[in-house]
């Protein structure tokens, strides 16, 4: 089944008015912290970002809103699920929208490079553009950042540090192995 898409809606949309909610969720690189509203997941933040960036005033602990969400992480760390299909709705401007969407076509256990997503999103030379849109990527994990690699092969950055980047690969690799 394929995934849905992530949306590109205003963000004066009905999901934009609904509260915001968070929820902690144990995982084996860490917490993982959720925030969204009941209607969508606008963002999965490892506890080294700090406070999430997309949240307001209003924001309130509501673990049963992400309830899918935490039992799908759950199934991905036990290399049970490849693919994520939860409602989303990022904060990020037309071309971030547009890398983050093609991140989430990168197959589970693949990467790409920052060169190989500029030519995708119909960028050729915009690899560093590229490469900010994935440092901005807002929801960790579920739009697989992770999976972008360094023209040459080697890890480069990543925003849960580069040790998560490589148990993230490495369980990746490990599992597909064994489907």
Known sequence: MASPSISRTAPTTSVAREPRVFTVVASPVGDLTLTG??????????????????????????????AEAATQLAAYFAGERTDFDLSLHPTGTPFQLQVWERLRAIPYGETRTYGDLAVEVGSPGASRAVGLANGRNPLSIIVPCHRVIGADGSLTGYGGGMDRKRYLLDLEAGVRSLL
């Open 37 to 66: 509203t009941t209607e969508a997941l606008t963002g999965c933040w490892f506890e080294c970002h700090g406070k999430p960036t997309n949240v307001g005033p209003d924001l309130r602990r509501d673990d049963s809103a992400f």
